[in-house]
């Protein structure tokens, strides 16, 4: 799995990840339930993974750089993006 995203908000998370599924390709957010039971240590292990395979990498940023262009606002969509 490829990290495709970092994010700081479990709600940013979540509109990447519906995004991300609604084009096709299958997401694993391995920090999901740490974010929804302890979201104080969201910081602590440097924000929320959103991660596809590999062969999906390309493809999902292209999908998240569109997402980030779109935003008229930047504070709308999920920072920290890598």
């Known amino acids: 799995m490829i990290t495709v995203a970092t994010c700081n908000n ?10 991300l599924n609604d084009s ?25 993974r959103v991660q596809v395979t590999e062969e999906n990498a390309e493809a999902a940023r292209a999908i998240i750089a569109q997402l980030d262009a779109a935003s008229p606002d930047s504070d709308q969509v999920p920072p920290a993006f890598t």
């Open 10 to 19: 479990p709600a940013h998370v979540q509109l990447v990840k519906s995004v």
């Open 24 to 48: 096709g390709i299958a997401v694993f957010v391995p920090d999901e339930n740490t974010a929804q039971t302890a979201p104080y240590l969201i910081f602590a292990i440097g924000g929320i």
